[in-house]
């Protein structure tokens, strides 16, 4: 059973500060549980009696048998799932070279955990194993972010960095690409296999300080061009779109 000192340490890990002092976060439902076993050491896993029945081979440092009741005490969801876990944050890494030869992503102050864990999971669906995200992104361990990955998380790395000095550190010529509302329709620009492609923050867009580091600015056109619409697109929305057009070309 899981005593109340367990489940006050599994709450806290909703806030920054004690994702920080334990080095740990968590993760709630069988996929997501599954998805992150074997790509992060796992500290606990809390399940039911059927969840463990049928994922024998499934391994933490403490396994622990629970009730949906005291699941549903320990639980950060609205609708509590059969299991959840608590992993090890891993040691942060930053290798810029990966830049050089594949397509990776750049966010620019991404503040709503929901968007960066959609933009996760769709850089994991166009094959982008690679995110670079300003200090003053969302956390990816935050509970809403996990989730909202769906599993991608095993797959995408986060790197946490200065972006200026991201940006300075790459060969020169190395494509950095930028939406703006001036830029090149993007279903006509020329577009590149490798670089770096940057989305801003949801109200501000794209820094001016790292706008004016961008070589490649692409717009996403509104249809029919001219007309009034919307002033802009959900950053997540905005990824997807360009995402999917620069493997379009790259089939």
Request: net charge neutral; with cysteine.
């Amino acid at each position: 059973m899981l005593s109340k000192n367990k489940i006050k340490f599994i709450r806290s890990l909703e806030l920054k500060k004690y994702r920080k002092e334990e080095n740990a976060f968590l993760a709630e439902g069988h996929k997501l549980v599954g998805d992150l076993l074997g790509h992060f050491r796992c500290r606990l896993i809390a399940g039911t009696l059927e969840w463990l029945k049928k994922n024998p081979d499934l391994r933490a440092q403490e396994m622990i048998e629970v009730t949906r009741e005291e699941l549903a005490k320990a639980s950060l969801l609205k609708t509590p799932q059969d299991v959840l876990a608590v992993f090890e944050i891993p040691q942060a890494e930053t290798d810029a070279s990966v830049i050089e030869h594949s397509l990776c992503l750049a966010l620019d102050d991404v503040q709503d955990p929901g968007n960066l864990g959609t933009i996760i999971r769709i850089a994991d669906w166009f094959g982008i194993g690679h995110i670079f995200c300003s200090p003053g992104t969302a956390d990816v361990y935050n509970p809403k972010t996990v989730q909202a990955t769906m599993g991608a998380l095993a797959r995408v790395k986060l790197h946490y960095c200065d972006l200026k000095a991201l940006a300075g550190s790459l060969p020169e010529g190395t494509p950095l690409f930028g939406t703006f509302l001036d830029g090149e329709n993007i279903y006509e620009a020329p577009l590149d296999g490798h670089g770096l492609i940057i989305m801003g923050n949801e109200g501000k867009g794209i820094s001016a300080e790292i706008s004016r580091l961008t070589n490649r600015r692409l717009l996403i056109p509104n249809y029919p061009q001219g007309n009034a619409t919307s002033e802009s697109l959900n950053v997540a929305v905005a990824t997807a779109i360009v995402c999917s057009e620069f493997r379009r070309r790259m089939l």
